[in-house]
């Protein structure tokens, strides 16, 4: 059969496509968007074959489930989860192929709380300024799955890896955030300057993909008034009214009117997005390369 | 013009007025053209320019700390118009703030020409500056839950038109049939950084 889809039966309390995202329109207002775990998703597309960029399923906590209407090949990876295939089990982190028909489970993450569900020829929805991502804060990109759409998916591009496994990062249990001081760090005192890096945060149930939020010390300003809205990047640690600091994820908006303290390095953002709530999170100060 | 550095590799440039940055935004999309500014993201904002996945951002924030921009150059291409009825709720408001009636505040509204600042909040919403000193007014200190697409309305020294139906704090002063943006268009914004648009009152519903 040629109908080469996935129909959702079980949505999940928030199952979004993702890619690389689409950078390079932030002047626009168009949010990055893109895989919370690039890595994870990277690592979900090579094991099925396709290339990185192939749009992907982003699941959060509790997973999903799809029926195939042609025989495919996937790939679990991100935060672990049990997998089973026509109610069997199958692996995490490994390429599986899903019979036309059969149900493919990606059950409750078990540690973490992104799985990336990847479908040999990818998930093929119509791109909106080259990319599939679902941007959840400004809706760009497909709506968040719902039980009975159907996905379509490309043609497989290469084949699937030959491994039995692949090794992945464990999710965290404490979140160290190496931070560059800045460009706002004088709207602080110097007391928040350095709680920010020395005093202990926890990840707040408020986080979502635009911004991990955080419950801690509050960070006192040195200035008051308005910041006039100023072009904000990834990672950013923009500091709102309760001076608890909220780090920057891929939806976050392209201009804001908050300070940022300090700017969180790109390469501990997928670890961030695997943090639960109540996770301890560490910033810790380094110097800019 | 000050250069504050934004994490590995992303710079912002301060300047101390809209205008000035508007004319910097326009000198680095004019390097980036020529090729020798190698950036992912060019960011104008009200006071500032974000060069984010900058390459050799230190190099640039030295030079740049120095450098000297041109003013604008006047405009080749003729302002966007943007059909609007001046039907807004809060227009009564906004022209008693100012002191005239509302069909006088529109006859401001409308005669004078803005330039988009920079874009944010949501895709295609411009930043729209143009209308004097006197004729700022604040925002809500409690935001409408939901704005309707097309609106026209007013927040400190900006207009702006909501692209699509959104929570928001400003003063509505009008409304427009002109689509802000279209992702299926090329290009999705009908306004983005320096675009100059004219307000054309149009009658009836």
């Known amino acids: 059969m040629s109908d080469r889809a996935l129909v959702v039966v079980r949505a999940g309390a928030l199952t979004t496509v993702q890619d690389r995202g689409r950078p390079g329109h932030a002047h626009l207002g168009v949010p990055r968007s893109g895989a919370l775990d690039p890595a994870a998703a990277a690592l979900g597309n090579r094991l099925v074959g396709n290339p990185p960029d192939a749009a992907v399923l982003e699941t959060t906590l509790d997973g999903c489930a799809l029926r195939a209407r042609s025989t495919v090949t996937v790939a679990v990876a991100g935060a672990p989860c049990p997998v089973a295939v026509g109610g069997r089990p199958a692996a995490w982190g490994a390429p599986v192929v899903v019979p036309a028909g059969t149900l493919l489970e990606v059950g409750a993450a078990t540690a973490g709380v992104r799985s990336y569900l990847a479908v040999g020829g990818g998930i093929a929805v119509e791109p909106v300024l080259g990319s599939r991502a679902t941007d959840l804060l400004s809706g760009l990109g497909p709506a968040p799955l719902a039980d009975g759409a159907v996905l379509p998916l490309g043609a497989p591009a290469g084949a699937p890896a030959r491994v039995d496994g692949a090794p992945q990062p464990a999710p965290p249990a404490e979140l160290v955030l190496r931070v560059t001081p800045g460009p706002r760090a004088d709207w602080f005192t110097a007391r928040a300057v350095r709680d920010l890096t020395t005093r202990a945060y926890r990840v707040s149930a408020a986080s979502n993909r635009i911004g991990l939020r955080t419950e801690g010390p509050a960070l006192e300003r040195a200035r008051t008034g308005e910041l006039p809205s100023e072009g904000m990047v990834l990672g950013a640690v923009q500091v709102p009214p309760d001076g608890r600091p909220v780090v920057f994820l891929a939806d976050h908006p392209t201009t804001g009117g908050y300070p940022v303290i300090a700017v969180v390095r790109a390469a501990d953002l997928p670890a961030a997005a695997q943090a639960l709530p109540g996770t301890p999170v560490r910033f810790l100060s380094v110097r800019r390369r | ?205």
């Open chain 2, 1 to 205: 013009m000050r250069t504050l550095p934004v994490g590995d590799d992303a710079l912002l440039v301060e300047v101390s007025s809209g205008e000035e940055a508007q004319a910097l935004h326009a000198e680095l999309l004019r390097r980036r053209a020529e090729g020798t500014l190698r950036v992912r993201e060019i960011v104008p904002a009200a006071r500032t320019v974000l060069l984010d996945g900058l390459a050799e951002p230190a190099r640039w924030a030295a030079e740049l700390a120095t450098a000297r921009v041109p003013a604008v150059a006047a405009h080749a291409r003729e302002p966007i118009a943007l059909p609007v009825r001046y039907d807004g709720p809060d227009l009564a408001a906004v022209a008693e703030r100012w002191g005239v009636s509302a069909r006088e505040a529109a006859r401001v509204h409308a005669g004078t020409e803005f330039t988009v600042a920079f874009c944010g909040f949501a895709p295609g919403f411009g930043y729209l500056t143009g209308l004097p000193d006197r004729y700022h007014v604040p925002r809500h200190a409690t935001p409408r839950t939901s704005v309707p697409a097309g609106a026209v309305a007013l927040a400190g020294p900006y207009t702006g038109v909501y692209p699509r139906s959104s929570p928001g704090g400003w003063q509505l002063i009008g409304t427009t049939d002109a689509v802000l943006w279209d992702h299926t268009r090329v290009p999705a914004a009908l306004l983005a950084p320096g675009t100059r648009v004219r307000f054309v009152p149009v009658e009836g519903a």
